[in-house]
């Protein structure tokens, strides 16, 4: 059983930063895939990004390629999603997932369904 904790959500202006954490416990994580995804009011969930532990190989949607950032803490089992540049259409609540298994190249990490771990989300709104 994994468990994930996000945090750092929050207010930020259109074109600002934000860094959102999400702590895994529970299990140590070795070659697993570790997903953000988010919501917004009205929509379905959606991938914005993934990072496979082992070799933190990292995967994006067209949306946030080149201004949001996925890396990872070995130590704190901890990845982060760097938000740069942010625009009114990524507020959204955010969620990092796990899967349970190790990574596997015959899987679309984009799915939501390829995850079996969820954290409780964290609210980020850009205003302009």
């Known amino acids: 059983q994994v468990q994930l904790v996000e945090s750092g959500g929050g207010l930020v202006q259109a074109g600002g930063s934000l860094r959102l954490s999400c702590a895994a416990s529970?299990?140590?994580?070795?070659?697993?895939?570790m997903g953000w995804f988010r919501q917004a009011p009205g929509k379905e969930r959606e991938f914005v990004g993934a990072i496979r532990w082992s070799d933190i190989s990292t995967y994006y949607a067209d949306s946030v390629k080149g201004r949001f950032t996925i890396s990872r803490d070995n130590a704190k089992n901890t990845v982060y999603l760097q938000m740069n540049s942010l625009k009114l259409e990524d507020t959204a609540v955010y969620y990092c997932?796990?899967?349970?298994?190790?990574?596997?190249?015959?899987?679309?990490?984009?799915?939501?369904?390829?995850?079996?771990?969820w954290g409780q989300g964290t609210q980020v709104t850009v205003s302009s």
């Open positions: 529970g299990r140590t994580l070795i070659n697993n895939v």
């Open positions: 997932a796990a899967d349970k298994n190790s990574y596997y190249s015959g899987k679309d990490y984009r799915r939501a369904s390829e995850y079996d771990y």
